[in-house]
């Protein structure tokens, strides 16, 4: 590794979000071993509906760092604004949104790749702007933050999700104690620019925050194969070659370094809820 963070290393976001099938296996190996915390896209439709003035009268929805689009989709069905716009930096996340998209034609949502710290919409358009899981990819979160802003209509609302700095500090535990990374406990946090204790210090920099929301998701990996399936997706450590997306030498590497066993690890998940700056209607 460069000794960058991952997250803010812009030489490695091709490596990162190239191609589709790395998202996907992390948030499938994620999602198979979840065992508390709400899905976050339905936690976000809740949350729109819970704080907006009209939420059942909404115009345009932008979702930055859209990914494979599944925030995006949960957003047209669960709120049915006029219009979804899904926004992500890597093409190979947008086709296979736009992929998905075709499959729900009575969706109305589009995909467009751009980036957040330029949003490419009017001032005052945007009645919802969603960023989850992505302002820490930014070296310069408060730039996204002011975009945001300067996006909503009055009354509008942005909904910002992060994880804590500390997030899966189980899974830097074991890598450790493997051998596969002994300095595993010592990187910098993967959510360094924008993490669960400054989110909401972020989004005040342009934005009204009327909620804080912490809730701490729990996943648990039923043995070392399933444990390799996620950790070969993830950035952070000083792998030996061969091992970093190889989930079948990951797991040989753990059986023959530590006995068997399940894996419980934790990340506190953070929403913050804001409106525009002097944003009634």
Do not use: W
């Amino acid at each position: 590794m460069s000794g960058i963070n991952p997250f803010l290393d812009p030489t490695r976001q091709a490596e990162l979000y190239g191609h589709a099938s790395r998202l996907a296996g992390r948030s499938s190996a994620l999602m198979r071993a979840k065992t508390a915390g709400r899905p976050v896209p339905e936690a976000i439709v809740g949350l729109v509906r819970a704080h907006h003035e009209r939420p059942d009268r909404l115009g345009l929805a932008l979702d930055l760092g859209c990914g494979r689009g599944t925030s995006s989709l949960t957003l047209a069905e669960g709120l049915r604004p006029r219009r979804v716009v899904g926004l992500d930096a890597s093409p190979a996340l947008i086709e296979q949104a736009r992929q998905r998209a075709r499959r729900l034609p009575d969706l109305p949502v589009v995909f467009h790749q751009g980036d957040f710290h330029r949003l490419p919409v009017t001032a005052g358009s945007c009645d919802v702007v969603v960023a989850a899981f992505c302002l820490y990819h930014s070296p310069h979160p408060l730039t996204v933050v002011a975009e945001i802003g300067r996006a909503l209509a009055p009354g509008g609302l942005a909904v910002l999700v992060t994880k804590g700095l500390d997030s899966y500090r189980e899974m830097d535990q074991l890598v450790a104690a493997a051998g596969l990374d002994p300095r595993a406990e010592q990187h910098e946090s993967l959510y360094i620019s924008a993490h669960g204790g400054n989110l909401a210090d972020l989004a005040s920099a342009s934005l009204d925050v009327l909620a804080v929301e912490h809730e701490e998701h729990s996943f648990t990996f039923d043995g070392h194969d399933y444990v390799a399936e996620y950790l070969a997706t993830n950035p952070k450590y000083d792998l030996a070659p061969g091992l970093y997306g190889n989930p079948s030498a990951l797991a040989a590497s753990l059986h023959q370094s530590l006995p068997d066993s399940p894996l419980t690890t934790t990340s506190l998940v953070t929403f913050v809820v804001a409106r525009s700056q002097g944003g009634g209607l």
